[in-house]
């Protein structure tokens, strides 16, 4: 428990926080209005109440949402990630196992954040380019910006895990190569990377840029004068809080996959390395790095 110490306390802070805003919020009827005349939100959750849902999807629903894509993307698409990229390497580059030794702390709290920017991306993807959908999972009385971005954190927080715990599988299981034999005669320089590595950069650019642009356009079209209209400064401020909020929000709701994740490691890097093992990736790779004084070498 001890481990887990830091991530616990930020997901304890965080109940209290979500509860404690809809709680203000439901007693609010200039918040109530941001949320259109419907009832409840989706029709997905029995519970006919639209701050039951919303305590429910930040709760219980987003959590659990991204615990099934980490397990998808790990199980499933991790393998076929490893298998696409020996493929594109090709012989000349050497793929192995590398041994780390398991750290003390939990250090993996950080994989969250991109996962967490990526689902707010296609949040806004689907809001902007895909409102059909919203025909399917939200309340026609509830028809609304906030009301439907909402409702998509159920899904799009597992999809933006999906997206990168393929990559965390093989880096746990130590899973790297190196093109030494590749660059060997040239004046190119050797690299050690983790399988997935490149796909990872791109998708951390992509979701840092997403969201940004994502956010303006929804500042524009959501924000506007008769919404400003409506709240006093306090409800403004607190409405800005919760909306610019939803990037933590989803980071601490993808914190539990990663400790579920950080649990059955063992378990994970077995299965990778047997897999790896079929695809003839079998040896061990040592790396060291070493200062050398170059006036000594000429």
């Known amino acids: 428990m001890i481990r887990y110490k830091k991530p616990l306390i930020l997901i304890f802070a965080y109940y209290v926080l979500v509860l404690f805003l809809l709680s203000y919020a439901s007693s609010s009827a200039e918040l109530e209005s941001l949320f259109d005349s419907g009832e409840y939100l989706t029709p997905l959750i029995p519970f006919h109440n639209r701050w039951i849902q919303m305590e429910l999807i930040f709760l219980v629903f987003a959590p659990i949402s991204s615990l099934i894509g980490a397990v998808i993307g790990g199980y499933f698409l991790g393998p076929v990630l490893l298998f696409m990229r020996k493929i594109v390497l090709g012989s000349k580059i050497f793929c192995g196992i590398q041994e780390r030794p398991q750290p003390q702390i939990f250090d993996k709290i950080s994989r969250a954040y991109f996962p967490a920017l990526m689902a707010l991306s296609i949040n806004f993807i689907i809001l902007f380019s895909a409102p059909q959908i919203f025909e399917i999972i939200v309340n026609p009385e509830a028809m609304g910006y ?67 642009f994502s956010y303006i356009q929804f500042l524009i079209v959501y924000f506007n004068e008769t919404t400003i209209s409506i709240l006093n400064p306090a409800e403004l401020i607190g409405t800005l809080v919760f909306f610019f909020g939803f990037p933590v929000f989803i980071f601490i709701a993808i914190l539990p996959s990663l400790i579920i994740l950080d649990v059955t490691k063992e378990h994970r890097i077995r299965f990778v390395r047997t897999v790896a093992e079929k695809m003839g990736i079998t040896e061990f790779l040592e790396v060291s790095i070493e200062k050398v004084n170059l006036r000594s070498r000429t």
């Open 146 to 212: 906030m009301s439907g971005f909402i409702v998509l954190l159920m899904f799009t927080t597992g999809i933006g895990t999906l997206f990168f715990s393929p990559t965390w599988f093989l880096s746990d299981a130590g899973i790297v190569y190196s093109n030494k034999k590749k660059v060997a005669g040239t004046d190119q320089p050797v690299e050690v990377r983790t399988v997935g590595g490149r796909f990872t950069d791109f998708l951390r650019g992509y979701a840092g840029i997403g969201v940004v």
